[in-house]
């Protein structure tokens, strides 16, 4: 590969006055050296990436870039302009502008250059030299590093904080994303590091500034899915765990990113591997992208079931049989809102799988695999293969796409391969395995456990909800309350009776941990912390929300003597639950969707049961705790 600069992409004297003629003039130079084929193809991909976000950064810099198919190898131009230019930094226009090129779909490569390129910017030593540079050469020898002017540090120089930026996510979006995030502001507050979290939560997410993302020294995923844009941190120290680890040992991470850092910069991981770091195993890999999946489909589930169940409220059962409000809705008529609730929420439904499938994929192989799984997705659905058929054709789809990605291609073809070659390929795989191999097996399979659901009763169905609800409490929102959760919400995929009674249960079970820790805290507050007391407070609103991490503080102070007591009262709550019939369609809400649960009086008196069982047994042990100690001294 050539260098990534030479004196003939160095123009000290750059005459253009707006950030287009900056970059057409700058580009000139690199199609000059045939490092771009398309001036102009080129420079429309410039300006889409521009139009995303201003690449403006304080301190007079400008760093327009993109990945362009009209470029055929990594190169960085430099231009210095007297007056400045406009590249939407907030504190005026750029003297310093650098023009980043990229092949397309050479992620790594542009965010490396990007990455090296920031850390420099924050030298003023090193920029104050290229602002007193006389000469091309000199200046494209300082950029790339071996010129007089010292290249930045793979510390963090010594008179600033150490920088930090993190992403934070749990599959529901809910509280563990959040938890982690405070977590990790504290943690870094009291170590003296300087941090901006991305939270990738239930209610979208705000990016973190591609500026502040080049700046950090280092880099801190607290995940159970995949993270959105993962690239974006390509080339930089990472420090990857799940969202857990956040939450709990958040102090140890940030001195972890920090040894990282010290010790040098690593290779940048490929999207295949892009939930784990390169110690976890196959069954770790796996969990993510599935819960990557479940976390994209759990919105359509909420907006579909909710929507399906004021429909029945409003119309009664009979509502699924009325006519499309396309042609036929009455503005006066209760039964046509009920109509027209019912069929958008069938509607919602009707993307459950495909998204399901398609956004495993997407864990799997990034964008990529989002079209191949989809339509295998679609497969599924149309074959009768269901919810279980998503999970498979997910898995077939990022494993398709990723084996296509590691194969050597010409250069001429890399340009085409994300948006003709890789689609087109990867489809008729996964079509083909999904209609004509796999597919009439997992449809088989899909009818059964339907059936098995569907004709849940008695012993049977009081032992499966004891059962999820011990799931539901053991790890308080980690995998194994994660693989419950997502086992009621596909069923909500291809609903039956069995499948909402199972979410009911799963529901009422998790609402147990919060609600009996917070009842303990009140009833026998002298056995708790005054922070716990606190947090019990909180718990109220958490449990009845459905967030069943409102018993995280409690659990990881005290265990032996949290966990137990509330696996035992979410059995009980999840029983009872069953054994009432008690149904559910929306997957969250907690309280707030009673009016809409099947049989809402015995379901609250299954969650009380739950809760006086678990707060009891908490207060029971932590009661005896004194007389051990003593004991035991």
């Not at 750059?14 to 950030?19: E, F, I, P, R, W």
């Not at 090296?116 to 590093?145: K, N, P, Y």
């Not at 770091?277 to 599935?290: A, I, N, Q, S």
């Not at 087109?424 to 997992?442: D, E, N, Q, R």
């Amino acid at each position: 590969m050539s260098e990534l600069i030479t004196a003939e992409l160095v123009d000290l004297d750059l005459s253009a006055d707006t950030k287009e003629a900056a970059a057409r003039s700058l580009a000139v130079r690199m199609r000059a050296l045939g490092r771009v084929t398309d001036l102009d193809g080129f420079l429309a991909d410039v300006a889409a990436r521009e139009a995303q976000m201003p690449t403006g950064l304080d301190g007079g810099i400008g760093i327009p870039h993109c990945r362009s198919a009209h470029v055929t190898e990594p190169t960085l131009a430099f231009g210095r302009s007297a007056p400045g230019i406009d590249f939407g930094a907030p504190d005026g226009p750029a003297d310093l502008v650098f023009l980043i090129a990229a092949p397309s779909g050479a992620d790594d490569d542009h965010l490396t250059i990007l990455s090296s390129l920031a850390r420099q910017l924050m030298d003023e030593e090193f920029t104050g030299a290229l602002r007193a540079a006389t000469d091309e050469a000199g200046a494209a020898a300082l950029i790339r590093g071996d010129g007089t002017a010292p290249a930045a540090a793979a510390d963090a120089p010594a008179d600033r904080p150490f920088r930090i930026v993190a992403v934070t996510s749990c599959p529901t979006g809910i509280a563990h994303t959040y938890l982690a995030a405070e977590a990790l502001e504290r943690a870094a507050k009291d170590a003296g590091v300087g941090i901006a979290v991305e939270t990738q939560g239930s209610a979208g997410f705000t990016r973190l500034d591609p500026g502040v993302i080049a700046a950090a020294d280092g880099v801190i995923l607290a995940h159970d899915v995949e993270v959105r844009d993962r690239d974006r941190f390509a080339g930089k120290p990472v420090v990857d765990v799940g969202v857990k680890a956040g939450v709990n040992r958040a102090a140890e991470l940030v001195a972890e990113v920090r040894e990282k850092a010290a010790a040098g910069p690593r290779p940048a991981t490929v999207p295949m591997d892009g939930g784990a770091e390169e110690g976890d195993g196959f069954v770790t890999r796996l969990r993510k992208w599935l819960m990557t999946g479940v976390s994209y489909m759990v919105p359509f589930v909420a907006a579909g079931g909710l929507l399906i169940a004021l429909a029945f409220a409003i119309g009664g059962y009979e509502v699924d049989k009325a006519p499309s409000v396309a042609k036929h809705f009455v503005w006066t008529e209760s039964m046509s809102w009920a109509a027209l609730f019912f069929q958008t929420g069938g509607a919602a439904f009707g993307f459950l799988v495909a998204v399901l499938a398609g956004f495993i994929a997407y864990g799997m192989a990034d964008r990529p695999g989002l079209v191949p799984g989809f339509v295998g997705g679609a497969i599924a659905v149309t074959i009768g293969a269901g919810f279980l058929g998503g999970l498979i054709a997910g898995l077939v789809a990022g494993a398709v796409v990723t084996a296509i990605r590691r194969v050597d291609v010409p250069a001429v073809l890399r340009g085409i391969m994300p948006v003709v070659v890789i689609p087109l390929l990867s489809s008729a795989v996964v079509g083909f395995l999904m209609f004509l191999v796999i597919g009439k097996p997992l449809a088989s399979l899909q009818s059964a456990l339907t059936g098995w659901l569907g004709g849940l009763s008695g012993t049977n169905a009081v032992l499966l909800g004891a059962l999820l609800g011990l799931m539901m409490c053991f790890d308080l929102g980690g995998p194994l309350n994660k693989v419950a959760y997502a086992f009621a919400v596909g069923g909500l995929a291809d609903p039956n009776d069995g499948s909402l009674k199972v979410m009911a249960a799963v529901m009422a079970a998790g609402m147990v941990p919060p609600l009996a820790l917070a009842l303990a805290t009140a009833v026998r507050g002298r056995l708790f912390t005054r922070a716990e007391r606190e947090n019990g407070k909180a718990a109220w609103v958490l449990g009845a929300s459905f967030i069943t991490e409102g018993a995280i503080p409690f659990a990881a102070a005290d265990p032996l003597r949290v966990i137990p007591p509330a696996m035992a009262g979410g059995a009980v709550t999840g029983a009872l639950s069953m054994a009432f019939g008690c149904t559910l369609r929306a997957p969250h809400g907690g309280v707030f969707v009673v009016p809409l649960i099947g049989r809402a009086l015995p379901y609250l008196g299954a969650v009380a049961a739950g809760v006086l069982v678990a707060a009891g047994l908490v207060v029971l042990l932590k009661e005896r705790r004194a007389p051990l100690a003593a004991k035991a001294g």
